[in-house]
């Protein structure tokens, strides 16, 4: 009986590493996919072409494609908590 709880102990602390491992990776996958999006908006091509590029190889509206590149720019304030830094 003793065994058996120890090997669920084992088995969940496993489990919560593998979550945690995940849960880091997502989150810097987040984080590079939010900050290439800003820098796309700060580059050269002007945000309004980069939506008419999108609209006409895509058929997606305009609004849609800009409300998408606004997410996709927000995305690592919206889900992820800010480092803290120690000085």
């Not at 989150?27 to 006409?56: C, P, Q, W, Y």
Request: glycine letters at 4%; proline letters at 1%; a positive charge.
């Amino acid at each position: 009986m003793a065994n058996e709880k120890k090997e669920k102990e084992n088995v969940t602390m496993i489990e919560l590493r593998k979550l945690e491992d995940s849960s880091e990776k997502l989150g810097r996958e987040i984080r590079m996919l939010s900050r290439a999006f800003k820098k796309i908006s700060n580059g050269s091509l002007k945000r309004e072409t980069i939506v008419l590029l999108l609209h006409d190889s895509s058929n997606v509206g305009r609004p849609d494609i800009r409300a998408i590149l606004s997410a996709m720019e927000n995305l690592e304030d919206k889900y992820l908590q800010k480092e803290q830094v120690n000085k």
